[in-house]
C-alpha cells in the first residue's frame, strides 16, 4: 500500500515551458486536491476533484488545469511555465467513509523550479 | 472567505510542553485539523477538532472553542524529533465541506 505518490519528485522548466505532473492513490479515495506550498504562504489549494471525471477550481487555479480520468490518478497541468509558479506541489486525497472525519493524506510533494 | 492566525515560530527545550494556538474567522465551520511538517517532507495528520473540547493523543492534545475561533495544540514531553511546522486547517459547512483552509504554519524548534 503506496498512499500517495507523485511524479516527478523535482524539475526545472524554462518560461514557457509545459510539464503535467501525476498524482496515484491507492487507497480508493474519491477526494483528491492540488496544493502549493511557498515560503510564508501556507498551503494553498490549486483545483480538486470530488470524484472521477470531475474537477473544481480552489483558492489559486490561474495557469494550472486538471484532470481526474481514473480514480486514482489526479493530472495538473502547467500549460505555460511561469517563474511565479517555481513551488513545492502537494497532492493530497481524502475520503468520507469515518462518519464526520475527512483526514487529507498527502503525497512527498514536486519541487518545481521554474527559470 | 476565511481568515487563520497562528505565530510563525516557537521554540522549547526539550522535556519541556508547548502550546500553539491558533485563531480563525470562517463563514462556515465543519472542523479543525492539524497536521506536522517535518522540513523537506509531506504534512502527516495529527488531530482533529468538530466539537468543543480536549482531544488527547498520547503527547499530543488539541484543544477546539467554536464561539472564540479558538484552537491549540498541546505538545507535552518534548522530543527533539518535535522540531516541525505545526499547520492548523479549517474546513467548512456545506457545500465544498472537503475543503481545507490552512494557516500559514508554525516553526517549532526544539532545543535541548
Redesign the interface.
Known sequence: NAGVTQTPKFRVLKTGQSMTLLCAQDMNHEYMYWYRQDPGMGLRLIHYSVGEGTTAKGEVPDGYNVSRLKKQNFLLGLESAAPSQTSVYFCASSTLAAVNQETQYFGPGTRLLVL | GQNIDQPTEMTATEGAIVQINCTYQTSGF??L?WYQQHAG?????LS?N?LDGLEEKGRFSSFLSRSKGYSYLLLKELQMKDSASY?C?V?KGGAGS????????TKLSVIP
Open positions: 465543519n472542523g485539523f517532507e509531506a504534512p502527516t495528520f482533529y468538530v499547520l486547517a474546513r472537503y475543503q481545507l483552509t490552512f494557516g500559514k504554519g
